[in-house]
């Protein structure tokens, strides 16, 4: 009786590991391209008026209309509007804001292929020094840089969000903990 039960246990994981990845694929496919042409267009007070910094460890990011939890966060120094994305393994920028804030677009080697919402595309690594929104602050973070048509926005995935101690979605709004 237990190892039919192990057995059952151990093959719902594996059907539930091929299938749910593919799930979240699907829904950012069909949902992917307008969140990030919004990233884009969003103006930077209200990003910055979206998250609020609770004690010394911690911002808060409430959802935009849309359920996304965009932000201004700091990389390398610089204000940038960035939307964070759990299914992004990578944080992802654009060459334009890879260049506004101090990387050399001659310096990187577009050698890896990626898929995006928007499909297949060629993509740079490079480290960044520091991400912060508040008082969260990573650093020695990886990156990937995409051409401006393969990515419209600002990506925050979990090569950022790995470096936290916690993160977590409540009541509508995304706390990030140091």
């Known amino acids: 009786m237990f190892v039919r039960s192990l ?9 539930a590991a091929t299938f749910v990845p593919g799930l979240a694929t699907r829904y950012l496919e ?7 042409a919004k990233v884009e ?4 007070p209200a990003a910055q008026d979206a998250a609020r910094y609770t004690g010394n460890r911690s911002a808060v990011i409430g959802a935009d209309a849309n359920g996304h939890f965009t932000g201004l966060f700091s990389i390398n120094g610089r204000k940038e509007e960035g939307m964070v994305d759990t299914g992004a393994s990578m944080v992802a ?4 804001t890879a260049q506004r804030i101090g990387i050399d677009k001659a310096g990187l080697d577009f050698r890896y292929a990626v898929e995006t919402a928007n499909g297949k595309a060629r ?3 490079i480290r960044l020094d520091r991400i912060e929104i508040g008082p969260v602050k990573i650093e020695n973070v990886g990156a990937m840089v995409l051409d401006d048509a393969a990515l419209s ?6 090569s950022f969000l790995k470096g936290l101690s916690s993160y977590k ?3 509508g709004r995304l706390h990030l903990t140091r």
């Open 41 to 44: 267009k969003a103006s930077a």
């Open 169 to 171: 979605v409540e009541e």
């Open 153 to 158: 926005g600002t990506l925050i995935g979990m």
């Open 123 to 125: 993509a740079a690594y």
């Open 93 to 96: 920028l654009n060459v334009s």
């Open 30 to 36: 069909h949902a992917g391209a307008a969140p990030q």
């Open 7 to 15: 057995v059952l246990l151990v093959g719902s994981a594996i059907a």
